[in-house]
């Protein structure tokens, strides 16, 4: 039984559509939806991906209902941060109390309740990844960008060194300093140049291409940190070789190079352990949260050990980051996952691997299922597969994202149940069939 089916939702109609199989009633984008995207549109930046034609109306658990009252299966979370299911009535209830009582302050100038027991809270978790674990400190953000940002700053500030490394296939997001680091596609770093200086990528997965590069482009005491995905995002859902992160932070400590996580996409419980890093034990130095923290309200935070957080008052702040509201929300999402959202997804993850992995098996669209808890990656042909599969769940009924160049990307909400796993699973292999069939366009 989940905290969902535990916990009463409060609105009637909510609770219903949680409980609702997917149902399309006209194909999508149906009438409703067409005439607000196009009034919405001209308004909009362009620079918005709008995968596929969805306008959203609500949504409840892993059910999305559209404008139109189509209702789809959630298999990608509002890109891996619904991680309590949509509106959780433990989390929309303590937003709802939060609100009553105090929206903003401002946590860089003032103390209010929630800032300080969520960073403990964080500090106890992060004492869980490994025996070495530290006292750890948090600064809160409202965004992963953010968080990484602060990193940046902080690795730099500690350390009086300017070089960073990151990997080819990792993404950390898009403002200007985490897109230096940002190396999944080149369209993100298209015309934004020049970024930062003393950013260098080495391959992911291999560290030993860390070492080439302080021997050709990088000397090693120049670097401030190494800054990794513990598994690949958006770059492809790819778990490295086992001995990937140990080396690194092998490499590092040699160094004195400081070992940063990003676990904005496989934190909070996302790869059936609260942190990646809890699957090999490897304790970073720095560690990167958002998306799942809040299940979708804007909290992100960036974890250090506290002998690294040597910044004096100023040095780094936000107006809004930590708002008491979405702390609330923090606080409550973390209770569930900690309760057991974390374990159901490392139990329903299997599930659905195990699932995909048996319904695609001789599936000549596919090449390989991966991926660890709730972070599956499908690998398809070819990117224009992948697209018109995406694309064909849609119009079905099932919501999924692509990654990498040529993958979809699995990352229902936590909540999810064994049947649903076997139900998405099941027609995610009937679109691959029927795609493949009638042929993508080349
Ligand atoms: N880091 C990783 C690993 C991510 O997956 C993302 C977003 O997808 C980010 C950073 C950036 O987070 P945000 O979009 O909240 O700025």
Sequence with gaps: MTTADTQPIRNPALAALAAQPISIVTEPPGPRAKEMIARALPYLSPSLIHCYPLMVQRASGCMVEDVDGNIYFDAEAGVATASTGHCHPAVAAAIAAQAEVLIHICGTDFHYPGYGAICAKLDELARRIGPNAHHWQTFLTNSGTEAVEAAIKLVRHHTRRQGLIAFRGGFHGRTLGSLSLTASKSKYRRRFGPLLPGVFHAKYGDADSVEELFGTVASADDVAAIIVEPVLGEG????????????????????????????????????GKMFAAEHTGVVPDVMLLAKGIASGMPLGAMIA???????????HGSTIAGNPVAIAAGLATIELLDNELVANSARVGDTLRTALSAKLRGEPAVTEVRGVGLMIGVELMTPELAHAIANECFKRGLLVLECGSKAIRFSPPLIINDVQAVAIADLFAAVCREVRAIGAPA
Excluded: C, K, N
């Design 305 to 315: 050990r506290r002998e690294l957080m040597t910044w004096p008052p100023g040095s």
């Design 236 to 271: 492809g859902y790819v778990v490295p070789p086992a001995d990937f992160l140990p080396r690194l932070r092998t490499i590092a400590d040699r160094h004195g190079i400081l070992l940063v996580f990003d676990e904005v996409q496989s934190g909070m419980g996302r790869t």
